[in-house]
């Protein structure tokens, strides 16, 4: 689910409960102070020694056809593997 903006504003979105449940972002553990309804799960992620960040760049294009979850989530993960062998 992309937000545009900031992580900040993902903050913002996770605290007032407007993004599916079970939804996290990562920033800094100042933005507990700012929005009171999130919650700290983990501290300090960007200082483990197996942290990895890929980014990639997707596209939607609107399918003729229902795709089932499981097979979009295969598709994700074959992205990501071709994207860490890049």
């Known amino acids: 689910m992309p937000i545009s903006g900031s992580t900040s504003l993902a903050a913002k979105k996770v605290a007032e409960q407007t993004l599916p449940t ?3 972002a990562i920033g800094s553990c100042g933005l507990a102070s700012v929005y009171p309804n999130l ?11 197996n942290n990895n960040t890929t980014f990639l760049l997707l596209s939607v ?7 089932s979850e499981e097979i979009t989530r295969e598709e994700l993960m074959a992205a990501i593997s071709t994207g860490r062998q890049l």
């Open 22 to 24: 079970g939804t996290a």
């Open 61 to 67: 294009k609107k399918r003729t056809l229902p795709v």
């Open 39 to 49: 919650s700290i799960v983990q501290q300090g992620i960007e200082e483990n020694k």
